[in-house]
């Protein structure tokens, strides 16, 4: 089952600059697309949706973009702070949710 | 902050044990999920379930799984006769309407199968 792809399983970045996280899906049929973040030991914790009708959310240091055309989603998050290292996983949806296999970001202080 | 919450933190079973996890999710939530993650893989969905029924299931979701919500704050997901390949993480997610709602998720059973 592909229908998510996360590639680029991990990325490390300097405290304060971008980091790009992205998505690419298969199945035309997802209409709501979410980030979540996952720390080691616990469950994933959602941090941005958007819905299919929309191709930008922004909520504070993170904003989602989605190109429904090229099937393609990205987060940004800035500037990145070394909380926010953690695994981040996209999911899609159609009437449940698919994940991706998961991007480790590491930032660094 | 209401939360979900999941017991044990981690079972131990022998292969063709019954093993149940259970889940409390968040107290006005309408909706409940189960969710496994085995070792470097995505995770996946199993099964949603709404009004007493399960609305939604995966092809991992089989006769051996079985999902029951016995009171009005317990979700518990029962695994019949354990095999090898059940050894993951079982997360429990709830949601208050469907799927385009956020789904809060508990921190996970480690379900290992030996």
């Known amino acids: 089952d592909q229908q998510v792809k996360q590639n680029s399983p991990s990325l490390s970045v300097q405290e304060g600059r971008i980091s790009i996280l992205n998505c690419d899906y298969t199945?035309?049929?997802?209409?709501?697309f979410l980030w979540y973040k996952k720390y080691p030991a616990e469950g994933p914790t959602f941090l941005i949706s958007?819905?299919?009708?929309?191709d930008k959310n922004e909520d504070g240091r993170f904003t989602v973009f989605l190109n429904k055309s090229a099937k393609h989603l990205s987060l940004h998050i800035v500037p990145s702070q070394p909380g926010d290292s953690a695994v981040y996983f996209c999911?899609?949806?159609?009437?449940?949710?698919?994940f991706g296999k998961g991007n480790q970001v590491v930032v660094i202080p | 902050e209401p939360e979900v919450t999941q017991t044990p933190s981690h079972q131990v079973t022998q292969m063709g044990q019954e093993v149940i996890l259970r889940c409390v999710p968040i107290s006005n939530h309408l909706y409940f999920y189960w969710y496994r993650q085995i070792l470097g893989q995505k995770v996946e969905f199993l099964v949603s379930f709404y009004n007493n029924e399960i609305s939604e299931k995966s092809e991992i979701f089989d006769d051996q799984f079985s999902v029951e919500r016995p009171d009005g704050s317990n979700f518990t997901l029962k695994i019949r006769s354990t095999k090898l390949e059940d050894s993951a993480m079982y997360f429990c997610?709830?949601?208050?309407?469907?799927?385009?709602?956020?789904?809060?998720f508990g921190p996970g059973t480690r379900l290992t199968v030996l």
């Open positions: 958007i819905s299919s009708i929309k």
């Open positions: 997610a709830s949601s208050w309407t469907g799927y385009t709602d956020t789904q809060y």
């Open positions: 199945n035309s049929m997802f209409d709501y």
């Open positions: 999911a899609a949806s159609v009437n449940r949710l698919a």
